[in-house]
C-alpha cells in the first residue's frame, strides 16, 4: 500500500462520492474543505518536522481527493435536469434539439439519443436542456429512408407522446427509469409516423458522424456476410448491441451464467489485446504497446464509447502503459487508477451494476485466483491440459465469487452449470471474435474468400447457442435465491475474507476443512434472519399485477397452487407475459400455473398467454367457447392443443381447490345479452371461508344486468375487479348495489393514453364506500385472506 499510494486516494476519492449521494452538500459548503486542504498545504510548506511534515501532506491529499469525489458528484447531480415527476405522460410533446448519438438499426425501430433547445407543452414553448431517448416507428421504407439521412449533430424538430420509464410497478422489476435518471435521461419520446421527424438544420459532429458511419458499415458488412443467427451474436460482440439477439435466448445465457459474454466489456477487451499481441508478436515492445493501444481505443469508438468498454479500455490501457514505462503493474494500483479515471468523468458510474461487477471481478480474480493458483500448482499434475483446465476454472471461479452478491441482487440465479459452461464458451467466444474480426478485414479485399471464413463461424456460433440452449433451458441450470440484500452480501464477503485467513493460517487440511464449514454454516444461519415469503402460505393471496395495458391477475392458493387471471396485452414492441409475468412468477418461486382464466379472446386478455403457454408453465386453461368465426380464437384453441394443455370452457361449474371454491357463473345458453366481445367474457366468483372476490371479466352493462337477475345476492363479494378498467360502459349502479364491494380493485397503466379510468365509476365507488386500488397509483395490489378476513399487504 506504502508503494502504491494511488489505491489509498481511490478510496478517498470514491468515499467522497458515496458521502455526496446520500447527504448532498452545497458548493459553499465545499469551499471549506478546499480552504482547509490549502491551510494544510502551507503549514506543511513551513514545517521542518519530517514526520509532522510527512502527515500534514497525507491529510491534504485525503482532503484534496475527498473535496474532488464530493465536488465532481455534485456538480454531475445538479447538471441534470428532467421533466416534473408527476409528468409522466405528454401527447403531442414538441422538442427541438440536437442528436446526440444514433443507435443501429433495429427492427421496425429506429433509436437515438436528442438534447433538446426547448419543447412545447400544451402549445408553450419553454426553453429547457433535457434528454431523450427518441424512439421512430414506421414501415421499413420509411425508417430506412430516414436511417440514412440523420446523423448526429443535426438539429431536429419532433413530435411525440413523452413517457417516463418504466418504475418498480411489480415486486422484484427493474426499475428503469431509475435507470435512466442514473444517465441523465428523462424519459422516452415515442413518434408513430417518421413525418414528425423533421430535420431543420443540417448540422453535423464530424467526429461523432464518422464513427455512426463506421458502425453503420459493420454492420452492413456483418449481415451481407452471415445469417440472421449469427449476425445478431456479432453485432453484439464487436458493435455492443443486443437488439437483434431474442429475450429467451438473453434468459439461456443468464441461467447458464454466460451473460458476461453477451456484455460487451472486460473480457472482449482481453480477446483484442490477444489478437494484437498474436498478430504484432514480432514488433519491439514499444511498437506493439502502442499499436495495442490504438487498436483498444479504435474497438472502443467502434462499440459506440459505452461505459462498460471505457472501463475495461481505460483499465488495459493503464497496465500497458505502466509496462512500457518498465514499472512494475500491481494490479490493486493499476485498478485504483482505472476507477478514478473513470470515475471523474462520470462520478455516477459508481452506483451502476455494470462498474461494481466489472470492477468487482478483476479485484476478486487478483485476490482470490492467487490462493487457487497456488493450491493448483502444488497438487504438481503431470497433465498440462487438465492443469489448465483447472487453472482456468480457478479464474472462472474467482471472478464468479466476488461478483456473486451483485448477481444474486440484480438477476435472482445462481447459475449451478456456469463453471463448465464458462469452461466451454469464453474459448469459443473468443475464436468467434477471432474469425469475425479477420472475415470483415478480409471482406474489404476479398470478399469472395471471406464468406468461407464467415460460414465456418456460422457453424461454432451454432454450436456456442446449442450448447448454452442446453445448458440454460434446462430446469436444473440455475437456482433462483429470491431476496438476496446488501446484509446478505456484507455476511458473504465477510464468510470470503474469514475462509482466506483460514486457509493461510491453518496448517493441517483437518483444520481448513472444519474452519470452512463453520464459517459457512454461521453464514448461512445470518443470512436468514431477513428472508420472508411476500405469498404468505396456508392464506389466499390475489395480486393484481401492474401490466402495460390489459389485466392479469395473480392467485396462490393456500395449498401453494396457482392461477394466473388474463395475461396482459402483447405486441412486437412489448410482451406482458415475457416482459412482467414470468418475471414476476420467478421472481415469487411460481414455476408453474395450475389453471390459467383467459377471460376473453382479445390482446388484451390472452396475449400475454402465449409465451406462458410455449414455454410449458401452464397445467389447465380455462376459456370462453370457441368462436370457428375467429381465426384467432381458432389459433389459440391450436396453440393450446400442440402443448397438450387441459382445456375448459366457461360454463356453469364449480371449480374446488383445497379449501378455495371457484364458481364459474357463465350461463352458454343464454343468448340474451351476448351481442359483444365483452360480454361473452368469462365470470367467476372466488371463496375462501368467509371471503369472495368477484372477477367480472370485461362484461358491460346489459350483462350485468342480467347476472344482477340471475344469481342476485349470490353476487355479493368482499372484493370486486372492476370491469373494462373503470369504463363508463360497465360498473352500473344496480351491479355495484348487487355486489356490495368493501375493496375494488382497477388495473390501468398509467402511462397509457387509450384507457381511463372514468370519473362517474370513481364517483360510484366512493359513495358505496368502497376502498379503491388501482395500478396506475399504486402498481401491483397484493390481497391476502386468513378465510376469515383480507388485508392489503405491503410489497416495497
Excluded at 438539429?155 to 428503469?176: C, L
Excluded at 504438481?380 to 444474486?408: C, D, E, H, R, W
Excluded at 384507457?755 to 402498481?779: A, C, H
Amino acid at each position: 500500500m506504502k508503494n502504491y499510494p494511488f489505491i489509498r486516494y481511490s478510496l478517498i476519492f470514491i468515499s467522497g462520492i458515496v458521502i455526496n449521494n446520500f447527504f448532498t452538500i452545497g458548493y459553499e459548503l465545499l469551499v471549506l474543505p478546499l480552504i482547509i486542504f490549502l491551510l494544510i498545504s502551507i503549514l506543511g510548506y513551513f514545517i521542518k518536522h519530517k514526520r509532522m511534515a510527512e502527515l500534514v501532506s497525507t491529510i491534504s491529499f485525503y482532503l484534496f481527493f475527498f473535496t474532488l469525489g464530493n465536488y465532481l458528484h455534485a456538480i454531475e447531480v445538479e447538471s441534470k435536469f428532467f421533466l416534473p415527476d408527476e409528468m409522466k405522460t405528454i401527447e403531442k410533446l414538441v422538442v427541438i434539439g440536437s442528436v446526440q448519438s444514433i443507435d443501429l438499426r433495429k427492427e421496425k425501430e429506429i433509436s437515438f439519443n436528442l438534447k433538446s433547445d426547448s419543447i412545447r407543452i400544451d402549445n408553450v414553448y419553454q426553453t429547457r436542456e433535457i434528454f431523450l431517448i427518441c424512439r421512430v416507428r414506421d414501415n421499413d421504407e420509411s425508417l430506412n429512408k430516414l436511417y440514412n439521412k440523420l446523423v448526429p449533430g443535426n438539429i431536429v424538430r419532433i413530435e411525440g407522446t413523452f413517457q417516463k420509464g418504466r418504475e418498480d410497478r411489480n415486486p422484484g422489476e427493474f426499475n428503469y427509469d431509475n435507470y435512466l435518471h442514473s444517465q441523465g435521461i428523462s424519459g422516452l419520446l415515442y413518434v408513430n409516423d417518421d413525418y414528425d421527424v423533421k430535420i431543420i438544420n443540417w448540422n453535423s459532429s464530424a467526429f461523432q458522424t464518422a464513427i455512426f458511419n463506421a458502425r453503420k458499415f459493420v454492420d452492413s458488412q456483418i449481415k451481407s456476410l452471415h445469417n440472421a443467427q449469427t449476425a445478431g451474436l456479432l453485432r453484439g460482440l464487436l458493435l455492443a448491441d443486443r437488439s437483434n439477439i431474442d429475450y429467451e435466448t438473453k434468459t439461456e445465457f443468464v441461467n447458464s451464467g454466460v451473460m458476461h459474454i453477451l456484455a460487451v466489456s472486460g473480457l472482449h477487451v482481453g480477446y483484442i489485446v490477444l489478437i494484437f499481441v498474436v498478430v504484432l508478436g514480432r514488433f519491439n515492445i514499444f511498437i506493439r504497446s502502442i499499436l495495442t493501444i490504438v487498436g483498444l481505443i479504435a474497438f472502443l469508438l467502434l462499440t459506440g464509447m459505452p461505459p462498460s468498454v471505457f472501463r475495461a479500455v481505460v483499465m488495459a490501457v493503464v497496465i500497458i502503459m505502466a509496462y512500457m514505462a518498465n514499472r512494475s503493474t500491481n494490479i490493486f494500483n493499476s485498478l485504483a487508477i482505472a476507477a478514478f479515471i473513470v470515475l471523474s468523468l462520470n462520478p455516477e458510474e459508481l452506483f451502476g451494476a455494470g462498474f461494481q461487477l466489472s470492477f468487482l471481478a478483476v479485484l476478486s480474480i487478483a485476490v482470490i485466483y492467487p490462493i487457487m493458483q497456488k493450491y493448483i500448482y502444488s497438487l504438481k499434475l503431470k497433465s498440462k491440459v487438465v492443469n489448465y483446465i483447472l487453472l482456468f476454472m480457478g479464474v472462472s471461479l474467482s471472478a464468479q465469487l466476488g461478483t456473486l452478491p451483485l448477481t444474486l441482487i440484480y438477476f435472482g440465479k445462481l447459475s449451478s452449470v456456469s463453471l463448465l459452461t464458462n469452461l466451454i464458451v469464453i474459448p469459443l467466444a473468443g475464436v468467434i471474435v477471432g474469425i469475425a474480426i479477420f472475415t470483415l478485414t478480409l471482406s474489404l479485399f476479398i470478399s469472395s474468400i471471406a464468406i468461407f471464413y464467415s460460414s465456418a463461424n456460422e457453424i461454432i456460433i451454432y454450436t456456442l447457442y446449442k450448447i448454452i440452449s442446453f445448458a440454460g433451458s434446462n430446469q436444473y441450470s440455475f437456482i433462483p435465491i429470491k431476496n438476496f440484500t446488501l446484509y446478505d452480501s456484507a455476511i458473504f464477503y465477510a464468510a470470503i475474507v474469514l475462509i482466506i485467513l483460514g486457509l493461510t493460517q491453518f496448517k493441517s487440511v483437518a483444520g481448513k476443512i472444519i474452519f470452512m464449514i463453520l464459517v459457512i454454516t454461521n453464514a448461512v444461519l445470518l443470512s436468514s434472519f431477513d428472508n420472508r415469503n411476500l405469498l404468505e402460505d396456508n392464506n389466499l393471496n390475489v395480486m393484481m399485477i401492474d401490466v402495460s395495458q390489459g389485466d392479469a391477475t395473480l392467485i396462490k392458493f393456500p395449498n401453494g397452487q396457482s392461477a394466473l387471471i388474463d395475461g396482459g396485452y402483447a405486441s412486437f414492441y412489448f410482451d406482458n407475459g415475457k416482459r412482467i409475468i414470468r418475471p414476476l412468477l420467478n421472481h415469487l418461486d411460481i414455476y408453474k400455473i395450475d389453471y390459467a382464466f383467459v377471460s376473453s379472446i382479445t390482446q388484451e386478455s390472452y396475449g400475454g398467454f402465449i409465451p406462458l403457454i410455449r414455454s410449458g408453465i401452464i397445467r389447465n386453461i380455462i376459456k370462453p367457447m370457441p368462436d370457428s368465426s375467429s381465426m384467432v380464437d381458432i389459433k389459440f384453441e391450436e396453440l393450446i392443443h400442440e402443448n397438450n394443455i387441459s382445456i375448459k370452457y366457461f360454463r356453469k361449474d364449480v371449480l374446488e381447490i383445497h379449501e378455495v371454491k371457484i364458481y364459474l357463473l357463465n350461463d352458454e345458453n343464454s343468448t340474451s345479452f351476448i351481442r359483444t366481445k365483452n360480454n361473452q367474457t368469462g365470470v367467476f366468483k372466488l371463496v375462501y371461508g368467509n371471503t369472495s372476490f368477484l372477477f367480472p371479466g370485461n362484461i358491460e352493462n346489459e350483462a350485468e344486468y342480467f347476472y344482477c337477475d340471475e344469481y342476485k345476492n349470490f353476487l355479493k363479494s368482499d372484493v370486486l375487479k372492476i370491469a373494462n378498467n373503470g369504463s363508463i360502459n360497465s360498473t352500473s349502479l344496480e351491479f355495484l348495489q348487487t355486489v356490495q364491494p368493501k375493496m375494488s380493485l382497477i388495473s390501468v397503466a398509467n402511462q397509457n393514453k387509450f384507457v381511463k379510468t372514468s370519473p362517474f365509476i370513481l364517483e360510484r365507488l366512493k359513495k358505496m364506500n368502497s376502498q379503491i386500488y388501482r395500478t396506475d397509483q399504486e402498481g401491483a395490489v397484493l390481497l391476502q385472506s386468513d378465510g376469515v378476513k383480507i388485508r392489503k399487504a405491503r410489497w416495497k
